[in-house]
């Protein structure tokens, strides 16, 4: 089970930091992301971390804004987002592969989904 928090709304140029806590497994290997999805549109990676190398991958939009974390102890992913703009408005949903052998942007290689967390900048 994956669970989100630290959506909220924001002025533009500021920052949240979202959490995603896992229970019932550890994260230690495989990959964890972060996706995004507009109604009506497919969902996209944000930003995905190899949890037992720590390799990193972000997509351009948010490339120099947004890093991802793991903590290993604490089974949590973390998302700190920084300079908001509006297009940053969305839900974004954690997510966890099992493996490290998936394709970060690929949603259908993720096991665990999160509920979600809203972001909204205005």
């Known amino acids: 089970q994956l669970v989100e928090s630290g959506g909220g709304s924001v002025q533009p140029g500021g920052s949240l930091r979202v959490s995603c806590v896992a229970s019932?497994?550890?994260?230690?290997?495989?990959?964890m992301g972060w996706f995004r999805q507009t109604p009506g549109k497919e969902r996209e990676v944000v930003a995905a971390?190899?949890?037992?190398?720590?390799?990193?991958y972000y997509a351009d939009s948010v490339k120099g804004r947004f890093t991802i974390v793991d903590d290993n102890a604490k089974d949590t992913m973390y998302l700190q987002m920084n300079n908001l703009n509006q297009e940053d408005t969305v839900m974004y949903y954690c997510?966890?592969?099992?493996?490290?052998?998936?394709?970060?942007?690929?949603?259908?290689?993720?096991?665990?989904w999160g509920q979600g967390t809203q972001v909204t900048v205005s």
């Open positions: 997510a966890a592969a099992l493996s490290d052998l998936v394709d970060p942007l690929r949603p259908q290689d993720y096991d665990y």
């Open positions: 019932g497994y550890k994260i230690m290997s495989g990959c």
């Open positions: 971390i190899y949890t037992g190398g720590g390799s990193t």
